[in-house]
């Protein structure tokens, strides 16, 4: 048997697009590298408040920037990224309290289908295409129950308070788990450098699948 | 002859460590990819006024910034030591006689200010030196290669109109393309200008320039002749 797989959490909210960069390289890195990737829905808001941030895009250019560098970004790590019309109201008025409630129950409930519902969230968010994440409608209903369930909601809040804990003002934050420490690398932009801390290969934000490790 | 080098105008302030990582990658691919680099020292200060602020203002951005800088230093192998009083460095010294004396070498003595700047970034963020006062500036200038009496000439010009206008100039340049920070590259391309924020979109403008990254130490064997 080989060596450990390395832990790595990956603190995402889909409200944040840069999460969804960061997330799909690592999705795509985890049947690469020797990892083990956990994923931790967590609520951006909480983050921002806990640590006295404010989001980027409330700084007029920063928005600016932000609309063009995702939407490159987008274009090269291959994410069908399209900012929505109505940008602002998205980021800061309608907020993703009940998505990532909702993700914290599929992440309670149904594991395995983590990934494909927080991909199809962003999608929703992020994208004009819209996919089915193949669950089924029960399943679906019966989770969106849950989400005001104090299990649900503290669930999401200590989570989040775990990013906190590990330093997070902002989202996406990868916590890589090595033999001697702990690294919190924040942003979408830190996954050559993670690979470099890992010992691994870094193959651009779209490695060619044959590599996969079977 | 070849295709026609594209521009790329590096925007920096020494006070920036993320400024130093983008120049010594930058400094790197300009022998390998069709580049003409354009140095372009600019007061992150006067990028910050009114608009933004800097991120060591808020602790834990301070505290994350402190590692990254670190890790980054040794991945980009570039000797980066954080300076003991790290917030007086930032928030208190600043860096104005600095810039200032870079934009009067980039106005007289061009071809000197790379290395120039990059013994300021030696002072201020490897060996924990001062960048403010005149005797530290024309160490640096000294260090690399200037003679005193070259160096003394131009700190002279430091608080000339000359000088204190163009760096206004640069720094306003930077503001127009749409800076918040610094550092940031203005890729000039045949049918688009992109300006990119932070030492950490080098990977995206190798793909914007159709040329390839080797990561932040390319070999050297592959530089142009």
Known sequence: MGPVPR??????DVLSPYSWLGFEVLCRYKNIWNISLQLRPSFIAGIMKDSGNQPPALLPRKAQY???DVRLLGQY???????????FSVILEKGSLSAMRFLT????EHPEMLEKVSRE???????????KAGMSSEQARGLLEKISTPKVKNKL?????A?????AFGLPITV????????MLFGSDRMELLAHLLGEKWMGPVPPAINARL
Request: with cysteine; net charge neutral.
């Open 7 to 12: 832990t790595l959490e990956l603190f995402y």
């Open 66 to 68: 932000l609309r063009n």
């Open 77 to 87: 790590v291959q994410v069908p990224m399209h900012l929505p019309k109505d940008f």
């Open 105 to 108: 129950a599929v992440s309670m």
């Open 121 to 131: 969230l962003w999608m929703r968010v992020w994208s004009r295409a819209a996919e």
């Open 157 to 161: 809040k200590e989570t989040t308070e």
């Open 163 to 167: 990013a906190c804990k590990y330093g």
């Open 176 to 183: 890589a788990h090595l033999d001697n420490q702990t690294h």
